[in-house]
């Protein structure tokens, strides 16, 4: 039995887990769908059938809003709010960006880098279709061509199975490897399970008129670099000006917020941020293995300390404690499209918060990393100037004694870089922030936020374009020290400041740095780009 039919027979026993099925999903196509009642929609997504050539289906789930002016539509779909105008509604979001776009593409382009959140927009005009992700690429877009029809979805295994797709052979060759799960668990490039189908990513666009095409929008020039202590203090102020005012709008914008916590550096930067708002939202930590009860706990103090109650949910250690796991990864894995392989203490922890049912939209700090220099300070060790496609296939995954999938890996990033004009540093951003944004966050991140969609809203304040290069501005060496996320801490909150809790992250612990830092070598030492 094909895995569709297994999922099918699995959901038709188990009717009361449909709504589950690519939850809070979206599909955009020139396909005219009509048997919602049907798998894989099972009447829990709705039609949005108001433009001339396209049909957009919704998960019931997922807030989607519209509008239209002199023929152009668009569409905005997920979370979004403006920290710089303080809007917190995506009508009024959607009505502006269409009036800056209706002046030209570029002015659309700069206003919505002034947009927190995870969400993508879509302006449809004429024959052109312009789509455009979150600053980072978290709300997922996959798009393609299938028998002459167009689509754009959130879940390419939702195409897979509408339109019967086989799974690229080396797609299935990698994701059965034992290497794989020995890194972030995400594919190459920009590659999906199918070969029909591709995936967008932060900082570029989707255009289509008879045809696909990528265009990267962003960087168009230098950031501002910040060589003084005067500047150094008014980029803090903005910094934090920016972070405070978005999660006034996350207290205003949802009923429910609240933030999840842990004891590093991002989550305490979000929390200090929040100073003055402590009372609008609640505060909580979870630990699905052992060693995140340090940081769950830490979190705890920190709360204690500011006078907050912070909760702390204890994911059971097995599965046979969870009701009807088996049923849910099942679920989870056909969600993914089989390809991140989310291990069982996550699965657990995805059916506990999908039953919590205690807060409308969970508050991450993720988006954070990008500015802290991750992967230098990961390997330990000063990273090339230009990243050739070997050094993204290994900072992907360990291929261990599989130098052929490592080789095709090499390949797929190759022709990456070139379709998304990221083979060399962008002025003067650098090449490994620019991957970390882009490709870190845009693949493994986006994986991540769906799976989070079958339990709740995710939302990422510090997920703004113009936020982050707020944050590049700073020099390599502050930001790599987090002299900047800590000096942010204690302008927004000394208390939090004045307690020192560090938790060591657990990729830069010596034994691993040292195993991190052979395989680097090896196999980048003797690699010439090709």
């Not at 302006?123 to 600053?135: E, F, M, N, R, S």
């Not at 293995?289 to 204690?304: F, G, L, R, V, Y």
Request: hydrophobic share 35%; glycine share 4%; proline share 3%.
């Amino acid at each position: 039995m094909s895995k569709v039919n297994k999922i099918k027979s699995l959901l038709d026993d188990n009717p009361q887990y449909q709504d589950a099925l690519f939850s809070r999903g979206y599909l955009i196509t020139s396909k005219n769908i009509k048997q919602l009642d049907l798998y894989p929609f099972y009447n829990n997504w709705k039609v949005f059938n108001e433009m001339p050539k396209l049909n957009m289906y919704v998960h019931n789930k997922q807030q989607y809003y519209s509008y239209e002016v002199n023929g152009v539509y668009s569409l905005l779909i997920g979370n979004a709010y403006n920290p710089f105008t303080m809007q917190s509604n995506e009508s009024d979001l959607l009505k502006d960006s269409i009036e800056c776009y209706l002046q030209s593409e570029e002015n659309f382009l700069n206003k919505i880098s002034e947009f927190t959140g995870i969400h993508l927009i879509v302006v449809i005009d004429g024959d052109k279709l312009i789509a455009v992700q979150d600053c980072s690429g978290m709300k997922s877009c996959y798009f393609g061509k299938v028998d002459d029809e167009l689509y754009i979805t959130s879940h390419p295994q939702l195409v897979g199975d509408i339109c019967n797709l086989s799974v690229d052979s080396f797609v299935e060759e990698l994701t059965s490897s034992r290497s794989y799960n020995i890194g972030n668990r995400h594919l190459p490039g920009n590659i999906t399970p199918y070969k029909e189908l591709k995936r967008l990513g932060g900082n570029t666009f989707l255009e289509y008129n008879y045809s696909f095409k990528i265009k990267r929008f962003y960087p168009l020039k230098p950031h501002k670099e910040i060589n003084t202590n005067e500047e150094y203090e008014e980029g803090i102020k903005n910094i934090y000006q920016i972070m405070h005012q978005s999660m006034e709008i996350t207290s205003i914008k949802w009923n429910k917020p609240a933030i999840s916590l842990t004891g590093g550096t991002d989550s305490k930067t979000t929390l200090a941020c929040t100073n003055g708002l402590y009372d609008k939202f609640s505060y909580f930590s979870y630990h699905c293995k052992p060693s995140e009860i340090i940081d769950a706990n830490a979190a705890h103090e920190i709360c204690n300390e500011i006078n907050v109650t912070h909760d702390i949910y204890s994911i059971p250690d097995n599965n046979e404690e969870i009701k009807d796991f088996d049923i849910f990864k099942k679920i989870i894995d056909h969600n993914t499209s089989y390809f991140k392989n989310t291990a069982d203490h996550e699965i657990r922890k995805m059916i506990y918060l999908y039953n919590l049912d205690k807060f409308d939209v969970e508050v991450k700090s993720w988006a954070s990393e990008t500015a802290r220099v991750f992967l230098e300070r990961k390997y330990g060790l000063k990273m090339p100037e230009v990243l050739s496609e070997r050094h993204m296939s290994i900072f992907q995954t360990r291929y261990f004694l599989v130098p052929g999938l490592l080789k095709k890996s090499d390949n797929i990033y190759k022709g990456f870089l070139k379709e998304v004009d990221l083979e060399k540093p962008l002025f003067n951003f650098e090449h490994s922030d620019l991957f970390y944004w882009e490709v870190r966050m845009g693949a493994w991140g986006t994986s991540v936020v769906s799976s989070f969609d079958l339990c709740h809203e995710v939302t990422i304040p510090m997920n703004n374009r113009r936020l982050l290069e707020m944050f590049l501005s700073f020099s390599h060496q502050d930001r790599k020290s987090d002299k900047v996320h800590n000096t942010l801490i204690e302008t927004a909150n000394k208390k939090i400041a004045n307690m020192n809790i560090y938790i060591p992250n657990n990729y830069f612990k010596s034994y691993r740095i040292w195993i991190e830092k052979i395989y680097y070598h090896y196999r980048t030492l003797l690699y010439k780009k090709k």
